[in-house]
């Protein structure tokens, strides 16, 4: 079984500062993905990566496969960014998504 | 387009009671899956459905059920709810497309068992 572990599991920031959240996972995989869950609960996927890097606005996603290792980073972080980020990944055979805990985010103005 | 659709969204059971929790997906995704999330744990998979007319359990699936009704909808039944099944169930879909995958979460279902 996949172990997900993120770090930090809070973080507290002020509006504008650049943010980073990790993951690493114990098991090789064929797709790591980041979601975002919003104070209301709602859940929405962010990224699906197998390799590299993607960039979708201000949101930048990282994966090194040898490292086993992943990277959410935010520019320009403002309070509506406030919220839990959730990696995840996808094992080689199975179906489904091993989740880490989460880091929970805030953005003070 | 709705999406991903859950009912009810808030439940109250006592021990032993059943209920059945809905789901749907318009998008004609051929993959939908239960999760279960527990305070301070990641979501848990608790059944799955590759393809209507098929299910395979998750990681935690005792003391459930589960039906693929047809494409649309896939159901999650509690049989004798127990305190231990507190928790916020999310049904999820999933399309596939150009070798990527995106998971389209439901709203989730609150329920809390007495």
Redo the contacts between chains.
Sequence with gaps: ?NE?EQSPQNLTAQEGEFITINCSYSVGIS?L?W?QQHPG?????LF?LSSGKKKHGRLIATINIQEKHSSLHITASHPRDSAVY?C?V?GGGA????????THLIIQP | NAGVTQTPKFQVLKTGQSMTLQCAQDMNHNSMYWYRQDPGMGLRLIYYSASEGTTDKGEVPNGYNVSRLNKREFSLRLESAAPSQTSVYFCASKVLRGGADTQYFGPGTRLTVL
């Excluded at chain 1, 609960?41 to 996927?45: A, C, L, P, Q």
Aim: hydrophobic fraction near 45%; aromatic fraction near 4%.
């Design positions: 079984k997900v797709a993905h979601l609960g709602g859940i929405v996927s699906m959730i995840a996808r179906d489904g998504l091993t989740f880490g805990k989460g």
